[in-house]
């Protein structure tokens, strides 16, 4: 809708939004916890949204809008009963992030380099500010692929940072290495922050403090005020082929401890305060990329190559549950009630219980029943032999074998739920409504 002055009105007539903090895994804290239900049994898709590309950004909702990102370029502002489009904004990159909302501004970032405050009721431009530069972590041989001389860029460096807004400052991070603090109001830069390399994972924010990690393999605690480092974790290396490496996985900070992923294939569970480890849980060379959801004393996260859903104890790291689901899982989990939603890269929605991660239903996008290029079995199961079987003398193989992967409509966002539904984005290109 190009009008802006309709698109205000129209917003102005929806419901009040379920969520109080629209931002990634709802609230500065990253726990992916929603105070609504969800669907416990599948009845129909309300309504899809397509945008023509794929969307790893995930819906937050505001004032009865649903705001995302598009790999497109664009910033879109939906409606949540019918899916009509409000407006949208044309950034220059894709858009792999996912929105920030606060005092009726909404803050995002793009592959352009640019980061950009929009007003949330129209999509006009407030101001935007331009970082380094953005970048895919890259090393050479990577994953093993030949020549191992050659540099390549990683395929499932797929997140851009997404912002957490708090204390009148917003805060994110950046391709070029650093850290950034914002002034919420005008983009002044207030400080940013130097790591070692590429910062794709979003900041978490408690008690004045900003948790997050980076591709140089460090996690840190980084005062909000001040850009001043608290401490800092060291996760694996991997300096042969830099694949158990790096904390692609974005941080939830519940009851002092702050809960990651990091591709060293650890779960870990560090003391907010000081960063001392609590407790590990390792998955045997498999990712963690999950954001890891916290409720009630559990700890829900799922792993790559392993396509492992767990749920464990939040005080001891010990096994709760453990399910098969097929194939391995970027985008977070989110709670609702005593169900959690789950993405799955062979383009299947998950529903599970709380208690015993047994499936409840489960969503599947029509990419994935198409299977072009026989990229599955018939379980869903990524078919390996195949996609993988001219491993050799250069890397091309291997990155068209990744594309047949993320081309059965995958799910990288995380999903959003919201007056008894649940809303994704797909690798298809679509923005779903579930109820």
């Avoid at 692609?248 to 870990?268: E, F, H, I, K, P």
Wanted: charged share 20%; hydrophobic share 40%; net charge negative.
């Amino acid at each position: 809708m190009k009008n802006a002055t309709l698109a205000l009105l129209m917003a102005a007539a929806l419901p009040a939004a379920a969520n109080a903090e629209a931002m990634f895994r709802n609230g500065a804290a990253h726990t992916g916890v929603y105070e609504t239900e969800g669907p416990r049994e599948f009845h129909r898709v309300k309504w899809t949204f397509p945008t023509g590309s794929r969307i790893v950004s995930s819906p937050v909702m505001q004032d009865g809008v649903i705001y995302f990102g598009s790999d497109d370029g664009n910033v879109y502002a939906v409606a949540p009963d019918d899916g009509r489009q409000l407006w949208k904004y044309s950034t220059r990159g894709a858009v792999a992030s996912t929105p920030a909302i606060a005092r009726n501004t909404l803050y995002v970032m793009s592959y352009d380099g640019h980061f950009y405050a929009l007003n949330a009721r129209t999509g006009a431009l407030r101001w935007k500010f331009a970082t380094g530069g953005e970048r895919h972590f890259e090393a050479k041989g990577l994953h093993g692929m030949t020549p191992a001389g050659q540099t390549y860029f990683d395929p499932f460096d797929l997140f851009l940072s997404s912002p957490v807004v708090a204390d009148g400052s917003v805060f994110f991070g950046s391709g070029d290495g650093n850290l950034y603090a914002l002034d919420a109001g005008s983009g002044a830069l207030r400080w940013k922050f130097r790591t070692g390399d590429v910062v794709h994972a979003s900041p978490a924010y408690a008690d004045g403090i900003l948790f997050f990690g980076s591709w140089d393999s460090y996690f840190y605690a980084v005062d909000a005020k001040t850009g001043a480092e608290k401490w800092r974790f060291h996760g694996g290396e991997d300096p042969l082929i830099h694949n158990q490496v790096g904390f692609q996985s974005s941080a939830a900070v519940a009851n002092g401890t702050v809960y990651v992923g990091c591709r060293d294939s650890n779960l870990y569970a560090l003391d907010a305060a000081t960063g001392k480890e609590k407790w590990r849980f390792n998955n045997a060379g498999s990712w963690v990329i999950t954001s890891p959801a916290v409720v009630d004393g559990k700890v829900v996260f799922a792993t790559s190559d392993s396509s492992q859903f767990h749920i464990v104890d939040a005080a001891t790291g010990k096994s709760i549950a453990k399910q098969d689901a097929r194939a391995f899982m970027f985008g977070s989990p989110a709670v609702a009630g005593n169900v959690v939603y789950q993405g799955v890269t062979n383009g299947t929605l998950e529903a599970r219980d709380l208690s015993t991660g047994a499936l409840l239903w489960d969503f599947r996008t029509e990419a994935s029943r198409e299977n072009r290029g026989w990229a599955l079995t018939s379980e869903r199961r990524f078919n390996t032999p195949m996609l993988f079987h001219a491993r050799g003398d250069n890397g091309e193989a291997e990155i068209v074998s990744i594309w047949w992967q993320l081309g059965v409509g995958s799910f990288f966002s995380s999903p959003l739920v919201a007056d008894g539904k649940v809303y994704v984005g797909s690798n298809d290109g679509n923005l779903y409504a579930l109820e």
